[in-house]
C-alpha cells in the first residue's frame, strides 16, 4: 500500500555534497514522519535523520550534525536529504523510512515502511 523509492545516490569525493530523495505513494504520506537511515557494509543500520509530519522538527544523528539537512514537500509526496561535507565514514546504503506513529524513534525496528535503498559512495 505505501511504496518508498530512493535515489539520487552514486560516487561523490570527500567533501562533496549529495542530495538524496525519496519518492513516497499514497495519502498517507502527510500524515507520517520520514526519515533516512544507513547501513555501511559490516555494520548495523544506524539512524540518520528524521522529519516530523509537519515538517516542523527536525532530528539527526550526532555524526551528521551540522552537514546533513533533512526537508520534505508534503505537495509532492517527497522528502530530501542533503549531504555536504561528506567524509568516508559516510558511505553506506541509505534507506528512506515511514512512520505513522506519534513519536519519532531512531531505532530501525519501530519503523513501519522502507524503501530498497541507495548507495551513497564517498571517495577519500
Known amino acids: 500500500q505505501v511504496q518508498l523509492v530512493e535515489s539520487g545516490g552514486g560516487l561523490v569525493q570527500a567533501g562533496g555534497s549529495l542530495r538524496l530523495s525519496c519518492a513516497a505513494s499514497g495519502r498517507t504520506f502527510s500524515t507520517a514522519a520520514m526519515g533516512w537511515f544507513r547501513q555501511a557494509p559490516g555494520k548495523e543500520r544506524e539512524f540518520v535523520a528524521a522529519?516530523?509530519?509537519?515538517?516542523?522538527?527536525?532530528y539527526y544523528a550526532d555524526s551528521v550534525k551540522g552537514r546533513f539537512t533533512i526537508s520534505r514537500v508534503n505537495a509532492e509526496n517527497t522528502v530530501y536529504l542533503q549531504m555536504n561535507s561528506l567524509k568516508s565514514e559516510d558511505t553506506a546504503v541509505y534507506y528512506c523510512a515511514g512512520d505513522p506513529s506519534y513519536l519519532i524513534d531512531s531505532r530501525p525496528e519501530r519503523w513501519d515502511y522502507w524503501g530498497k535503498g541507495t548507495l551513497v559512495t564517498v571517495s577519500s
Open positions: 522529519i516530523s509530519r509537519n515538517g516542523y522538527s527536525t
